[in-house]
């Protein structure tokens, strides 16, 4: 009892605080290869998990793809978990295929072959460059539907398993697309309970030492959809866990303006930090569907928390096409 009553008096131990240690424990591992999110949170911390809910046809599996081209392929993982195997490293050979060749074949024509007339030599020159790019790489997704398809449930389990996998070699960066793909251990689990689970198993790889990027659904707007511009964390399906065990959140919706030469309108806002200090403010992001990244350019709104209305843009914004890691090196996106 007097060692509880000493801890009481004190019972964070404030004098043993190590800043260094502190530092270690939170630094940067990777980055968002989104020059609007990289501006705001400067990257993506040790101890992160970074939730990102996204309406339909935000492009939840591009910015998922996005995030991890950016980042050293040998710290980081993706679980692919709406695409089949293969489909990520098809869409990396699309790019370095149009690099190469100055040509930009859709990505539906690009995975059925359907009436490409290919140049040879550049696609065995993309496929070499591909295969350097993923040399120790970490991609999981499911398998085709007719090879092994016990194979294809992916359930709470076996995320736990992979990700323990993972931060036990190193990885510091895993990006999960998306949580809502997951199967449930137990069918007759309810849907807040299997979240929770959910979460806590995320907080697994934090705890062994990897940051964590998991995508999210969100419900149907309801209602006047005109009027619901931008998302809050409260359309989250399922509990209010998902938002409970994150740092940051973060959403994303069409803006449904744009094209595919000057890209197409993506709110983007943050509605959680760590940090405090969230602005009322959502920017406008340009997707550019050829090349399947967001251009440097975005317009900053002020926005209510509803989201149902902006102003803006306040000014134009610039940013450079790269950002630090804080180890001395440059991520290019």
């Given at each position: 009892m007097?060692?509880?009553?000493?801890?009481?008096?004190?019972?964070?131990?404030?004098?043993?605080?190590?800043?260094?240690?502190?530092?270690?424990?939170?630094?940067?591992?990777?980055?968002?290869?989104?020059?609007?999110?990289?501006?705001?949170?400067?990257?993506?911390?040790?101890?992160?998990?970074?939730?990102?809910g996204a309406r339909s046809g935000a492009g939840k599996s591009s910015l998922a793809k996005i995030i991890y081209n950016a980042n050293d392929k040998s710290k980081t993982a993706l679980f692919s978990l709406e695409n089949y195997d293969g489909d990520v490293e098809?869409?990396?050979?699309?790019?370095?295929?149009?690099?190469?060749?100055g040509n930009w074949i859709n990505a539906r024509t690009w995975q059925m072959e359907d009436g490409i007339k290919i140049d040879e030599k550049a696609l065995n020159l993309a496929v070499e460059r591909v295969k350097e790019q993923l040399k120790g790489s970490y991609i999981f997704g499911r398998v085709p539907p007719n090879d092994e398809p016990e194979?294809?449930?992916?359930?709470?389990?076996?995320?736990?398993?992979?990700?323990?996998?993972?931060?036990?070699?190193?990885?510091?960066?895993?990006?999960?697309?998306?949580?809502d793909y997951l199967d449930r251990d137990n069918?007759?689990?309810?849907?807040?309970?299997?979240?929770?689970?959910l979460m806590k198993s995320i907080r697994t790889a934090q705890e062994i030492g990897s940051a964590v990027v998991a995508f999210s659904h969100l419900r149907k707007p309801m209602g006047n959809v005109e009027n619901l511009v931008v998302p809050n964390e409260n359309e989250f399906i399922g509990s209010s866990n998902?938002?409970?065990?994150?740092?940051?959140?973060?959403?994303?919706?069409?803006?449904?303006?744009?094209?595919?030469?000057?890209?197409?309108?993506?709110?983007?806002?943050?509605?959680?930090?760590?940090?405090?200090?969230?602005?009322?403010?959502?920017?406008?992001?340009?997707?550019?569907?050829?090349?399947?990244?967001?251009?440097?350019?975005?317009?900053?709104?002020?926005?209510?928390?509803?989201?149902?209305?902006?102003?803006?843009?306040?000014?134009?914004?610039?940013?450079?096409?790269?950002?630090?890691?804080?180890?001395?090196?440059?991520?290019?996106?």
């Open positions: 007097e060692n509880l009553a000493e801890l009481m008096k004190n019972p964070f131990k404030r004098e043993d605080f190590d800043v260094h240690k502190y530092w270690e424990r939170n630094k940067k591992v990777g980055v968002f290869g989104v020059p609007y999110l990289d501006a705001e949170l400067h990257g993506i911390a040790k101890t992160d998990l970074v939730l990102i098809m869409s990396l050979l699309r790019q370095e295929y149009a690099k190469l060749t194979k294809q449930v992916w359930t709470i389990d076996t995320l736990s398993e992979k990700i323990i996998w993972c931060a036990t070699r190193g990885i510091e960066l895993i990006i999960i697309d998306h949580l069918p007759n689990e309810s849907d807040n309970a299997h979240i929770t689970e998902k938002v409970k065990q994150a740092t940051q959140v973060i959403m994303f919706a069409p803006a449904n303006d744009g094209n595919a030469q000057e890209g197409f309108g993506t709110w983007c806002c943050i509605r959680k930090n760590r940090n405090g200090g969230i602005k009322n403010q959502a920017a406008k992001l340009f997707f550019m569907p050829a090349t399947e990244t967001y251009k440097d350019e975005y317009e900053l709104y002020t926005i209510n928390y509803a989201g149902t209305k902006t102003t803006g843009p306040l000014n134009d914004v610039e940013t450079p096409g790269f950002a630090p890691t804080g180890d001395g090196k440059i991520f290019r996106f």
